[in-house]
């Protein structure tokens, strides 16, 4: 069994930074792709970042793509998403997710097999 979990979350001014962090345990790391995605109050979960299981590749939401990186270290065994320049629209739950695959990622939440517990990003004006 996978465990996840996210830290790094917290309140920032526009334009501010924020760095959160995704901890693995419980199986082999460089076996699964890894992404974030988040959910804003009152709408539905939605992809912001991925990259393969060893690095090879990434892929960005559009409304993220320029200002957010993502990246992982196999040693020890995190992933991270590194968010500059934020906007008051950032503001939400952000989660972190496994998918077990061979090669790339997907965009699409239902092809994770494991989630951590959130944290809150609060980005304000």
């Known amino acids: 069994q ?15 930074s924020l760095r959160l962090s995704c901890a693995f345990s ?3 790391f460089s076996s699964y792709a890894m992404g974030w995605f988040r959910q804003a109050p009152g709408k539905e979960r939605e992809f912001v970042a991925a990259i393969s299981r060893i690095g090879g590749s990434r892929d960005y939401a559009g409304s993220v793509a320029g200002r957010f990186a993502i990246s992982r270290d196999g040693v020890k065994n995190t992933v991270v998403l590194q968010m500059d320049s934020l906007k008051p629209e950032d503001t939400a739950v ?3 997710a496994a998918e077990a695959r061979p090669y790339g990622f997907s965009t699409r939440e239902n092809d994770y097999d494991y989630w ?5 990003v609060t980005v304000s004006s």
């Open 2 to 16: 996978v465990q996840l979990v996210e830290s790094g979350g917290g309140l920032v001014q526009a334009g501010g």
């Open 26 to 28: 419980g199986r082999t």
């Open 94 to 96: 952000y989660y972190c």
């Open 116 to 120: 951590g517990q959130g944290t809150q």
